[in-house]
């Protein structure tokens, strides 16, 4: 059974403090590709209200050529706190894109310096900055003088097993004027292949007087507490845990401050989130929230039998009409034949 232990208890006691501003909890939900819009962060947020959440990673070229913001930097004025994550190269590019996040509401600006996808490494954004740790610096520096915000950095440990580089780049980070940094524990090369190196994470915590986030398989209470335990971290940040699961951030936060575990909700009750989730994607983004939602459907129809037969269907609604008619179905079933929960591997979503 999952317990906190009283060194833990007392460490995790107070708020999370990123430079001057002040965070309730010690759980975050991370940026992720394609999920973390308004609608998700919302499903998030009603679970852990005092979490801090990211939008998606927002192109700084791209904002320096539009007219109008993405849809993906749109920020509800009421979701606090909420922090904006950029991506690019190019300090100046960035410092502006800054500009543009504090205008739209966020209380942070974090720098994406992790992602390992090749449409963003081979442009020399996301990790690839791990090998171009000047230009990293940079970007950082630009940022800090830009806005008055925090500025945070999310990164891997390195770019390969040959170059794991994290302790020597979080410094940077830190002189530079970083007042946060979250480490995914593993490489580039890695991807999401292989157990997360914790280990990376607790050396870079040794070393560093600004807070220190772990990331990287945490999906569930038990993981998040020995993360915490073996690290020392300030705090965790879920990820792939999240998807089809919008009530693990609440869970984690709720266990580190009361020492309890909150009852997991059941398949009916997650098909139930997964229903309003697609009528809030389709209400928030007509047809192209629908498109966006068949991935989110097959995340919740998992863990319980006859959920690979729901998933297969709902991997190809064409319409929110037809999508509520099979979840309603999947949940009558349920409900009247009774179910048998099962293990299912976890989702293999790309997390930054």
Known sequence: MTSLSPNLKARLAKP?????????SRVLQSPLSGVTDLVFRRLVRRHAPDSMMYTEMVNATGLHYVKQLPKIMEVDPNERPISIQLFDCRPDFLAEAA??????????????????????TKNGGGSSLLRDPETAEAIVRAVVKAVKIPVTVKTRIGWTDQEINILDFAKRMEAAGAQMITVHGRTRAQGYNGPAKWEWIGRVKEILSIPVIANGDMFSVDAAVRCLEQTGADGVMCSRGTLGYPFLVGEIDHFLKTGTEKVKPTPIERLECAREHLQMLWEYKGDRGVRQARKHMTWYAKGFA??????GQLSVIENVAQGLVIIDRGIDRLAHSGWQEIEESESQLVEA
């Not at 999370?16 to 309730?24: D, N, Q, R, Y």
């Not at 006859?306 to 998933?311: H, I, M, T």
Request: charged residues 25%; aromatic residues 2%.
């Open 16 to 24: 999370l403090k990123i430079g001057h501003f002040e965070v309730k």
């Open 99 to 120: 500009q543009m996040a504090v205008a739209e509401g966020a209380d942070t600006v974090d720098i994406n310096m992790g992602c390992p996808v090749n449409k963003i």
């Open 306 to 311: 006859g959920a690979a037969d729901l998933r």
